[in-house]
């Protein structure tokens, strides 16, 4: 089992930056992924960004050049640096992490931070 705890959302005005972090506790070394998603009031919920065992990563085409995930194998972090944020960035961001153990693949989901960008 894995838990997961988002922290860092809030209020930004549009063009600044927040830096949103998950912490991963439980059986983490069968994390195979970690990412980021979002879901905006009335739409369905978006990968964000991802990233995999061995570094590679994913972002949507709509935060590329701006977002950035990273990740801290020893503390078990993962982290999204968001900068130029804009009002349509608004929305409930969750970490997700995929597990394989046992050739069982299981996905895992924090509870969501809310990041809110005025204009």
């Known amino acids: 089992q894995v838990r997961l705890v988002e922290s860092g959302g809030g209020l930004m005005q549009a063009g600044g930056s927040l830096r949103l972090s998950c912490a991963a506790s439980?059986?983490?070394?069968?994390?195979?992924?970690i990412g980021w998603y979002r879901q905006a009031p009335g739409k369905p919920r978006e990968l964000v960004a991802n990233i995999r065992d061995g570094g590679s990563t994913d972002y949507a085409d709509s935060v590329k050049g701006r977002f950035t995930i990273s990740r801290d194998h020893a503390k078990n972090l993962v982290d999204l640096q968001t900068n130029s944020l804009k009002p349509e960035d608004t929305a409930v961001y969750y970490c997700?992490?995929?597990?394989?153990?046992?050739?069982?693949?299981?996905?895992?989901w924090g509870q969501g931070t809310q990041v809110t960008v005025s204009s």
């Open positions: 439980g059986s983490t070394s069968s994390i195979t992924a």
């Open positions: 997700r992490a995929i597990t394989t153990r046992d050739r069982l693949v299981q996905q895992w």
